[in-house]
């Protein structure tokens, strides 16, 4: 049996979830909100059945190749974590779970329409991106226990720093006066460029023969657009992609009345940004930093070699650092942290992307 | 003179004060958290210890072809194309690590105060005006309210401390006050690990070895000039790697190393990628192979014949052998690395220089017949099967392959392990674990008792409330239980 199909209705769901979440912000009605939640569930109950059967056939598939190996053994190397594809889905699972959480501990809904967004863009970068779906063999450098333990508690992690980024996000508006206010400006042209670069590869997508898709990310990578070869299209792109993170910024604004009448109060905002990042920065330093050194070190040799996945790595932990040490001893408070947030979770957009398709490192094989 | 003197020694005491306090600063830790990060981007933009070439087509491309070979050279100067080991990187982690330590010494005594402090019991107008409160009223006598809110607090595994006034009883507690240790724990491993990765720098080394098929070393390289002496040898049976079927997608690389002492084989091991060989403390590790171009190797062909015994045979190129018990000759003729047939040209052709697909041509020759050539695939091992039966099994062309190690000795990465244990348990205990306090004043009045709920925390707040909403909730049910009896 092939999970494809449970991950497409997952996928599904999760759209819609998203814009029933948006309806809720804008109705405000009891039943819209539940039928939001519910969907969300019903899709992460999906995507976990399709991950549980991924997992099973990918345990088929390594012993089919390696028949000496252990159940234990067979069940490590067959985790459904070892490319782009299958990250990117647990990371949307992880992301999911956490909004569960928040939902249910905080109980409040509203936060959905600023995460399901967040997953549904990952799920439509994993179809843009044209990354293959299919079981791959596992090449030797992820033969290694530490493969599920170190990917596991990053995406954790990640996904912790992803709802962080959207209780910072809604933050800034909840608190926001003006649309001059620096952190508002910092904030929303983030945004804006998220949405852009993500809609560019989508244009990229659309525009490249099946056969080319493929490749997409290694070699088109926003070459329809902003990196096209013809100048007239490249400078029509930046014009549009301005106006565009302008547009972001000046309509940003307008969910503040939404936030308010939700009774999203900024002070719990405030805490759900700490409270991420509280769980998930251990979770990332541990999971990340430490079980990528001890891996690296079984594998290699080297337990730091400063290659650019490594060193994003810790800029991101740089900047969590800085915001736990900022808000707790430093008493900063309110729009500064909430940037410092943001751009944590930017900074986690590019160690897990930005590297693979930008830079290069040990962690080429992110862009299989 | 003498007040001159004091004037001195408390200005000096002023200015050594004024450094302490400033290199205990959040603003210095705010100020280095920032420069490292903001530093770093750039060395993972510009490429570390590189070509110059690289990095001044790369500049090029950010600056202008004109202006980029000065840049470059500024950039170079300032020590930006090898920048992790530059002066001001390690000055700036010299003052992130001098930071911490410096705040941590800073604070510490404090931190410790608040430790140890010795719980007290607190007035009923304290009680009320702590940031978790709560006031209740029973229908029940004073003893049976202390004892279920004793009985409670003991059940969420607090130990209780009791105070008797006139007319009413104080139950205080406390728990999770080691909790408030955990951040030094955390700032300790950072400097654990600063200190394995200098005793790993300062005592250890990085260095590779390739050794092709049969060969062995006793010393390995850091750079083609400097060699790195072992004081034993180390040699490499084979290398091979193993391929997925039906693709090109290695499967595992994998050697087999001897250790020799004095001539002697002391150890035998095959190691993979992520499973080097420890001898004495040096680390081999797969870190890649490669084909030697020029080479002459051994044809290892293995003959089953229909009937009989399996014969391994090492042939050099143009060697001739007999097919067991026919007439048949065989002579290696040609080999491929990798044979493929082209698809324009139908031609036979090797698409790499690597042993992705080896095949050694043989050419048979009975008397009396013409003779014929084949290729027989050490992968497809059903291209080996003769006409008569009988079986050729192309097993590896030994000789030509060499494997590349990574040769590390680091005598520091034990404590690196160490550092990251504890580096695990403080930032459990710091974020998941915080300092609770909770007082439960219990008053008796004619007819009623009414008890006031205090409480602090030191993190968590939120989590903190609802234990102490379970708590009370748990208390109310015994206690009314009791007085309906």
């Known amino acids: 049996m092939s999970g494809g199909i449970f991950f497409d209705i997952a996928a599904g769901a999760y759209i819609a979830a998203m814009i029933t979440y948006i309806i809720y912000l804008v109705v405000r009605n009891k039943t819209v909100g539940l039928v939001a939640s519910t969907i969300t569930i019903a899709g992460f109950a999906f995507q976990s059945t399709a991950l549980i059967i991924r997992w099973v056939n990918s345990y088929y598939f390594w012993m089919g190749s390696h028949p000496s190996s252990g159940l234990v053994e067979g069940l490590l190397r067959a985790a459904p974590l070892r490319n782009l594809y299958e990250s990117l889905i647990f990371f949307v699972w992880s992301l999911i779970l956490a909004h569960i959480l928040v939902e249910f501990k905080y109980k409040i809904r509203s936060l959905g329409a600023f995460v399901t967004p967040l997953a549904a863009s990952a799920l439509l970068f994993i179809d843009i991106s044209g990354t293959s779906k299919a079981i791959q063999p596992l090449i030797p450098a992820l033969q290694s226990n530490w493969l599920l333990f170190h990917v596991l508690l990053s995406f954790l992690g990640y996904a912790a720093f992803g709802i962080s980024f959207g209780a910072g996000a809604a933050y800034l508006i909840t608190v926001t006066e003006s649309r001059k206010e620096i952190p508002y400006i910092v904030g929303s042209v983030i945004v804006g460029i998220f949405m852009v670069v993500l809609i560019a590869m989508g244009i990229d997508f659309l525009s490249l023969s099946s056969a080319d898709r493929a490749q997409m990310i290694q070699n088109h990578f926003l070459k329809t657009t902003l990196k096209s070869s013809s100048g007239g299209v490249a400078a029509a792109s930046w014009v549009i992609s301005i106006a565009f993170i302008c547009a972001v910024w000046y309509f940003g604004l307008g969910l503040k009345k939404v936030l308010k009448s939700l009774s999203l109060t900024p002070a719990m905002l405030d805490d759900i940004a700490y409270k991420s990042i509280a769980v998930g920065f251990p979770l990332f330093t541990i999971g990340g930093l430490i079980m990528g050194a001890i891996w690296a070190n079984s594998a290699w040799g080297k337990y730091w070699t400063w290659d650019p996945k490594e060193t994003w790595s810790l800029i991101t932990w740089f900047v969590y650092a800085l915001y736990l040490h900022a808000r707790f001893v430093g008493g900063w408070r309110g729009k500064r942290v909430a940037i410092l947030a943001i751009i944590g979770f930017v900074a986690v957009v590019f160690t897990y992307l930005g590297v693979n398709l930008v830079l290069s490192g040990l962690h080429a094989y992110g862009s299989g | ?485």
């Open chain 2, 1 to 485: 003179m003498e007040e001159n003197v004091t004037k001195d020694s408390a200005e000096k005491k002023d200015i050594f004060e004024s450094i302490w306090k400033f290199l205990a600063s959040i603003k210095l830790a705010i100020f280095t958290l920032m420069a490292l990060a903001l530093l770093s981007i750039v060395g993972t933009i510009v490429e570390q210890g590189a070509e110059p070439a690289q990095n001044i087509a790369l500049l090029g491309k950010l600056f202008g072809e004109a202006s980029a070979p000065t840049i470059y050279n500024i950039f170079a100067n300032l020590g930006f194309m090898d920048m992790y080991g530059s002066w001001w990187y390690v000055g700036l982690l010299v003052l992130f690590s001098i930071n911490l330590i410096v705040c941590s010494i800073d604070r510490f005594p404090k931190t410790w105060k608040v430790m140890n402090r010795p719980l007290r019991p607190l007035a009923e107008k304290a009680i009320k005006s702590l940031p978790i409160r709560k006031e209740l009223t029973f229908k029940a006598k004073g003893n049976v309210a202390r004892d279920e809110f004793y009985n409670a607090l003991k059940s969420m595994r607090y130990k209780v401390l009791e105070a008797n006034d006139e007319g009413s009883v104080q139950l205080y507690t406390q728990k999770g006050t080691y909790a408030r240790l955990a951040v030094y724990v955390v700032h300790l491993s950072i400097i654990l690990i600063f200190l394995g990765a200098i005793i790993g720098v300062r005592f250890g080394f990085k260095g590779y070895l390739n050794l092709i098929e049969g060969q062995a070393s006793n010393v390995a390289y850091k750079s083609p000039t400097e060699k790195i002496p072992l004081d034993f040898t180390i040699k490499c049976n084979w290398y091979e790697t193993a391929y997925y079927e039906g693709g090109d997608t290695p499967k595992e690389f994998s050697s087999e190393l001897v250790i020799l002492e004095n001539g002697k084989e002391v150890v035998k091991k095959i190691i993979e990628v992520n499973d080097p060989l420890v001898y004495k403390g040096i680390t081999f590790y797969q870190s890649n192979y490669g084909m030697l171009k020029e080479a002459q190797g051994y044809f290892v062909l293995t003959v089953i014949p229909s009937v009989g015994q399996e014969k391994t045979l090492w042939l050099k190129a143009g060697d001739t052998f007999e097919v067991p018990g026919t007439a048949t000759k065989g002579t290696v003729i040609d080999f491929s690395p990798a044979l493929t047939r082209d698809q324009n040209t139908g031609e036979l052709t090797s698409y790499s220089e690597n042993m992705v697909n080896p095949a050694v041509a043989i050419e048979f020759e009975e008397s009396g017949k013409e003779p014929y050539k084949g290729w027989i695939l050490k992968r497809y091992p059903e291209t080996g099967i003769l006409p008569g039966g009988n079986v050729i099994r192309f097993d590896d062309y030994w000789g030509v392959e060499y494997t590349g190690l990574q040769v590390a000795k680091d005598p520091g990465v034990w404590l690196i392990y160490l550092a990251s244990i504890i580096m695990t348990l403080g930032l459990y205990i710091c974020f998941f674990i915080s300092h609770r306090k909770i007082w439960v004043q219990i008053r008796d009045e004619k007819k009623s008792v009414t008890v006031s709920v205090g409480a602090s925390v030191n993190r968590n707040k939120i989590a903190f409330e609802r234990e102490i909403e379970k708590l009370i909730l748990h208390a109310s049910e015994s206690i009314e239980g009791r007085s309906k009896k």
